[in-house]
Each structure stands twice: as C-alpha cells, then as structure tokens.
C-alpha cells in the first residue's frame, strides 16, 4: 500500500476539505482527489463520503485512521533521530494567532528566527478570528481561550494589559475624564458585537456602556488607527498602544484589563524538531517581551480623581 496515498488520505480526515488538505501538502487539490480514490480502489471501500461542506470519513475511513496515525508516529520518530535530522530545521510550521499579538509582537520576531533556519518556513496566520487547530488550519495556535478538548499540548504563554486609550487631540477637544462616570457622552471605538471571536473581547461590558461608537471594527489595529486619528476612545492592549507618542491612557490605573494568551499545538506532532524549536521559540519570545506586554503602571499616581477608583473585576482568562 503506498504510503504517501495514506498521509493524504490522513491529511483529508483532519482538514475535512480538498482545498484545505491540498494547503497544507502544497500540492493543487486535483492530486489529493487523485491519491484518495487511488487508496480507495486499494481497499476496496470508500473511505469519504462527498459533503456539501467537505468530506466526511465513512466507516471504513474511521476504522483506517487511528492505524494510520499509528503508522505516522512511527515514522516520525525514525525521522527525529535519522542523522539528517540533525542538519537543521526544515519543512513547514504554520502559526495562527491574534491579528495585533501576531502583527505587532510576534511577525519581527518570527521572520529573524526564520532567517536563521533557512530550510525552515514560517506561515504567521495574523487573523481578527479564531484560528482552529482541530481544523488544522495551524500547527501551533495561540488563543485568547484555554482549548476544552481534545488531543493537544496547551501552556499559558503569557498574560498581557490593556487599557483605555484617546489620542491627544481627542482629549483637549472633550470634557476631562477623570472617574468612570466621566466616560459618558464621549464617543467610543470599539468590535462588532455580533462579530466576536471570543468572550474576552468583550472589555466595555466591564467598564461602561458607551452612548455612541464612532467605529465598530473586527479589526484591532483598525481601531488603534481611528484612535489615533482622533474619532473617540478604545480599549487597546498596551503592546499596541503604549508607545504610540499620539495616544495618553485615560483613567490609568482605574481602566486597566488583564487577559491570557494560551499556546496549543497537536500532541501528535509534539515530538518533531521544527514544532518543538518554534514552541519553545514562541515561549522565549513572550518571556522577553514582558515589558511590553505587562508595561508598569508608572505615573498612576499622577491621576488625580475626584472618587476612589473602583477596580476592575480580575479575569483569570485573557485578550
């Protein structure tokens, strides 16, 4: 039986589509067609049944896997220990994380290591949604949501700040904001409610309802953008927004939120060079940018108000 017709017929099951099993082999979706009724005729059954929405493994399909993935793993282990394993980093690892986290802190980072390894390649999905692993859409996942379920390795990867932020112009042309209750009247910039990948985007619920939004955006660095131009007040995480010389965080101290990155990669590939020198990579780049990720709340201080402040409810989970 030939093996390269089953890591397609493998590759098919865990993506559920043509297009997607043919991405990620980098072949046209034609050749993994061809390989799947090939290995079909070599059964004698078929092993998908042809969907609307993709293809689903048939009986005879759920019975092949699980030898498959047997067969798989051991050829895998071959590989990690053959000597040319030992001559540097190669093949593809795909990374799916948060658009900001992923454009701002993780892609300078991602393309030096990758310039190091040069038989490596790096695919960064930077995306204003949810990147799913069980749809094999990534090696490695970095969410805003620990994974429930299934066979994956899962560590938190770090805690990161947000705050409120306007830009400087916005702020000399409005009414001070020194308490919560200051926030009314002012107009806010903010996600598309029905639009949320995750719960832990939902920071305003926590704070104050805003009376008006100037933009709506599924989009963070687009909001960081209106902000900026002047439009009204947003929620920012902090390695966006801190550094921006435009941008002064209003009610520091009083508007601050924490959320969680959590990093996910399959258990079955746990084991190969690629995936445990970018995991660990990934790991050692959030360790070092701490600073930027958790900035100190210098100057808080200096923020005069006019009540206590009234904290805010801590999240174990984070954005």
Do not use: C
């Amino acid at each position: 039986m030939d093996w390269d017709n089953l890591r397609y017929f493998l590759e098919l099951a865990r993506s559920g589509t043509l297009m997607s099993a043919a991405r990620r082999l980098e072949v046209d979706h034609t050749t993994v067609a061809r390989r799947i009724q090939s290995l079909e005729k070599e059964v004698g059954a078929p092993l998908f049944s042809r969907e609307s929405g993709g293809h689903r493994l048939t009986e005879a399909g759920r019975r092949l896997q699980p030898q498959v993935e047997a067969m798989e793993s051991a050829f895998q282990a071959v590989e990690s220990t053959a000597p040319a394993s030992q001559e540097g980093l190669s093949g593809l690892v795909r990374i799916g994380a948060t658009e900001g986290f992923g454009t701002v802190v993780l892609a300078p980072q991602l393309a030096l290591f990758a310039a190091r390894h040069p038989k490596l390649t790096i695919d960064l999905l930077a995306m204003p949604r949810l990147v799913h692993l069980s749809r094999r859409e990534a090696d490695i996942v970095i969410s805003l949501e620990r994974p429930a379920r299934g066979p994956v390795v899962v560590t938190k990867l770090t805690d990161y700040t947000l705050r409120l932020y306007a830009s400087k112009q916005y702020l000399a042309a409005h009414k001070p904001v020194k308490t919560r209750e200051d926030l009314r009247g002012h107009t806010f910039i903010s996600y598309v409610d029905d639009l949320l990948f995750s719960k832990e985007l939902q920071y305003l619920d926590e704070l104050h309802r805003p009376d008006a939004f100037a933009l709506r955006s599924t989009s963070v660095l687009a909001q960081h953008r209106a902000v900026v131009a002047g439009a009204g007040i947003a929620v920012l995480p902090a390695f966006v927004a801190e550094k921006d010389s435009a941008l002064k965080p209003v009610l520091r101290g009083q508007a601050n939120f924490t959320r969680t990155f959590w990093m996910s990669m399959p258990a079955e590939t746990k084991h190969l060079g690629r995936m445990q020198a970018v995991w660990s990579f990934l790991r050692e780049t959030a360790q070092a940018q701490q600073a930027v990720l958790l900035p100190q709340n210098a100057g808080e201080s200096e923020q005069q108000t006019d009540a206590p402040p009234r904290p805010v409810r801590p999240r174990k989970r984070g954005a």
